[in-house]
């Protein structure tokens, strides 16, 4: 069993920056590949961003490159999502999530998620 807790959510003004934090609470973490997606009221689950266990490979949707920074660190047992000139349409809840062996960016695919944290970007 895995248990994720997200943090770093909050109100922010177009432009602005935040950092999401995840922490997992498996031994196992190191070994799995970690995701952020978020979700807009009335919208489907969207991927963001994913990490692979050993940091080594990531990719973003397209909405987010060159903005959103995803990251880890597998000793704190935590992902973080660092999002720079942030835009009213980033507004949702953002969520991580684990899944074991895929480097995968379908919301299907992954097992555990954490509980989300809202972001709201103003005009």
């Known amino acids: 069993q895995v248990q994720l807790v997200e943090s770093g959510g909050g109100l922010v003004q177009a432009g602005g920056s935040l950092n999401l934090s995840c922490t997992a609470s498996?031994?196992?973490?190191?070994?799995?590949?970690m995701a952020w997606f978020r979700q807009a009221p009335g919208k489907e689950r969207e991927f963001v961003a994913v990490?692979?266990?050993?940091?080594?490979?990531?990719f973003y949707g397209a909405s987010v490159k060159g903005r959103f920074t995803v990251s880890r660190d597998n000793s704190k047992k935590s992902m973080y999502l660092q999002m720079n000139s942030l835009k009213p349409e980033d507004t949702a809840v953002y969520y991580c999530?684990?899944?074991?062996?895929?480097?995968?960016?379908?919301?299907?695919?992954?097992?555990?998620w954490g509980q989300g944290t809202q972001v709201t970007v103003s005009s």
């Open positions: 999530a684990v899944v074991f062996g895929q480097f995968t960016t379908t919301p299907n695919d992954y097992v555990y």
């Open positions: 498996a031994r196992t973490f190191s070994s799995a590949n």
């Open positions: 990490v692979s266990w050993n940091a080594f490979s990531t």
